[in-house]
T-cell receptor, first 111, second 115 residues
Framework: KNEVEQSPQNLTAQEGEFITINCSYS?????LHWLQQHPGGGIVSLFM???GKKKHGRLIATINIQEKHSSLHITASHPRDSAVYIC?????????????FGTGTRLTIIP | EPEVTQTPSHQVTQMGQEVILRCVPI?????FYWYRQILGQKVEFLVS????????KSEIFDDQFSVERPDGSNFTLKIRSTKLEDSAMYFC?????????????FGQGTRLTVV
């Protein structure tokens, strides 16, 4: 079955801690997306990456295509980082970018 | 920065009523998608649309659903006769192309509540 798996499902950490969220997928992909879902439900795209590493502010995303694994890291975490983080990938490309989503990781940063 | 916009942000409807969810994709994008997220569950693909026709649909997208691009800018999802289980967050997305390097952009979602 073509799937995207995330871990952990829930993560609670103290402000300032380094955060890692993991994502693995079952088949080859062209690129992987990391998304952030706010408490109100809206989705914001954080990264799209197909190889290596990308950095945006305190967020870093890495991907290992051979191992079918990606990680999202947050440095110096802050309460405003509290959200659900979702990875998604086009697992079967039938000529569109239909995404298969992971179940999300609910991150709570405590002041 | 260009963005995908969805209206309304929240809609409450009675079971059996028809609803139309609206999306304005980014203007030069060619591929359009609807996704759904039932409360507490993961986001699921509903349908993709390219060149004025459906390119792929999931098993969720049955005969009560339809999509349309009526005027070259809006992209709509119609649910003909809503059921309680249609209550969910509906997301529209668009992309300029497909394949390596193509990024999908998401709207903020429409929360549909069927009562």
């Amino acid at each position: 079955k073509n799937e995207v798996e995330q871990s952990p499902q829930n993560l609670t950490a103290q402000e300032g801690e380094f955060i890692t969220i993991n994502c693995s997928y079952s088949v080859g992909i062209s690129a992987l997306h990391w998304l952030q879902q706010h408490p109100g439900g809206g989705i914001v795209s954080l990264f799209m990456l197909s190889s290596g590493k990308k950095k945006h502010g305190r967020l870093i995303a890495t991907i290992n295509i051979q191992e079918k694994h990606s990680s999202l890291h947050i440095t110096a975490s802050h309460p405003r980082d509290s959200a659900v983080y979702i990875c998604a990938a086009p697992l079967l490309n039938f000529g569109n970018e239909k995404l298969t989503f992971g179940t999300g990781t609910r991150l709570t940063i405590i002041p | 920065e260009p963005e995908v916009t969805q209206t309304p942000s929240h809609q409450v409807t009675q079971m059996g009523q028809e609803v139309i969810l609206r999306c304005v994709p980014i203007s030069n994008h060619l591929y359009f998608y609807w996704y759904r997220q039932i409360l507490g569950q993961k986001v699921e693909f509903l349908v993709s649309f390219y060149n004025n026709e459906i390119s792929e649909k999931s098993e969720i997208f049955d005969d009560q659903f339809s999509v349309e691009r009526p005027d070259g800018s809006n992209f709509t999802l119609k649910i003909r006769s809503t059921k309680l289980e249609d209550s969910a967050m509906y997301f529209c997305a668009s992309s300029a192309g497909v394949g390596l390097g193509t990024e999908a952009f998401f709207g903020q979602g429409t929360r549909l509540t069927v009562v």
